[in-house]
């Protein structure tokens, strides 16, 4: 596992700017800073997962370089020899709303 | 589903959420290209059209995956995949 020391903030401060206004955002709607790049159910203990830093931001920044929004990134990111990139949702099915069995 | 006026030559429908950057990214990038476009920011809606257009963007991807953006129907691109939607759209 990825020693979170190695885990940084995206270089790219508009980016980051934008993410944290989303994050922002869904804290004053949903009372929790959820995922900006998530579609939440508004109900805290089904998006616990998914409140920032989220539980896949570890395993996602060392497999792909980042994270699901790009938050955060890999030291080869911050370093230029890595470019960020959409990366495969690792939130379980049975979490994501439309597909848990109690959706909505 | 809103609708952005341009070149019609391909149906396109984007499903974003409002907070999402790279949303935006597409929006942006569709704007530039001039084409037109229908999309939904689906963080905004109510439950029951949320319930609607989720079961929807289902229909076309096996995550509930944004940005999602759906060309006549049958070209699916997830993520802000900005060269892929370029050569597409050229």
Redesign the interface.
Known sequence: MIDPSKIHLNPDKI?VG??V???K??QERYGYGSC?????FGVKEKDADIVCPCVYRDADVEEFGNCY??LYVSEDVVNGVKKT?????R?P?NL????AED?? | MQHVEGKSDKKITLYALSTCPWCRKVKTLLNELGVAYDFEDVDLLNEEEDAKTTKEILKWTSDLSFPLVIIDGKKVIQGFQEEEIRKELA
Request: charged share 30%; net charge positive.
């Open positions: 980016l934008e993410l206004a989303g994050l955002k869904n900006p790049c998530r579609l939440a929004c790009a990139r959409p990366i495969p949702e939130r099915k994501q709303k439309g597909l959706s909505v």
